[in-house]
């Protein structure tokens, strides 16, 4: 599976805008864009998932550029409570059913 | 709709004792898994139920530890003799279809002193 790398922290002041950026540059074809977001003393969530161009939900959004070597996660005006670890996954969708995680970013929103 | 719940939240025992850890999925999700995160790691992928049947058991790491899901509701995770360096938060995450987007408990801390 591609290997993901991603800053190890990031802070951040609430109501501004975070983006994480997720280097994948060995992505295969059949590879998706999980992230998953973790807070202390809980298990991993999911929060979003895509293959190409832009993926937007109720949460967050997931900008994915023409040639897929990176990713960013965009989390719109973080509160407090966005204070967590995200991680990026990249594997493929079907083929397999094995998570694997890597370092995550640790991201402290400020008041 | 309940979560996955897992059972203790924390367990602290002493090396060479058996432990015995245990999840409940979200009801109706076939598939089971158990994940760790041993200190300073990252969290590492240890098996695959669906239903009862292990679907992939790649990353146990020895034959120190036994999972079991009989019935294909809850699972259990045997460690058994427990060592130091099997101490870290173990969790369990279940998912209704072969996909990546899976529900996670909250953890057991396994401490072993």
């Known amino acids: 599976l591609a290997k993901t790398t991603q800053p190890i922290s990031m802070d951040s002041y609430e109501g501004q805008e975070v983006n994480i950026t997720c280097s994948h540059n060995n992505i295969a074809t059949n590879d998706y864009i999980t992230w998953y977001q973790q807070f202390p003393s809980q298990g991993p969530r999911f929060i979003i998932q895509g293959y190409k161009t832009k993926v937007t939900n109720e949460v967050a959004s997931l900008f994915i550029p023409a040639d897929r070597k990176s990713s960013t996660l965009s989390l719109p005006r973080v509160s407090l409570s966005d204070t967590a670890v995200y991680y990026c996954?990249?594997?493929?969708?079907?083929?397999?059913?094995?998570?694997?995680f890597g370092t995550g970013t640790r991201l402290q929103v400020f008041p | 709709e309940a979560g996955v719940t897992q059972f203790p939240s924390h367990s602290v025992i002493e090396k060479g004792q058996t432990v015995t850890l245990r999840c409940d999925p979200i009801s109706g999700h076939d598939n089971l898994y158990w994940y760790r995160r041993v200190m300073g790691k990252e969290i590492k992928f240890l098996l695959h139920f669906v239903k009862e049947s292990k679907q992939d058991e790649s990353g146990m790491p020895n034959n120190r530890f036994l999972a079991e899901r009989t019935g294909g509701t809850y699972s259990t995770l045997k460690v058994q003799p427990a060592e130091l360096e099997d101490s870290g938060v173990y969790f369990c995450?279940?998912?209704?279809?072969?996909?990546?987007?899976?529900?996670f408990g909250p953890g057991t801390r396994l401490t072993v002193t």
């Open positions: 995450a279940s998912s209704q279809d072969r996909k990546y987007e899976q529900y």
């Open positions: 996954l990249v594997g493929p969708f079907y083929n397999t059913d094995k998570l694997i």
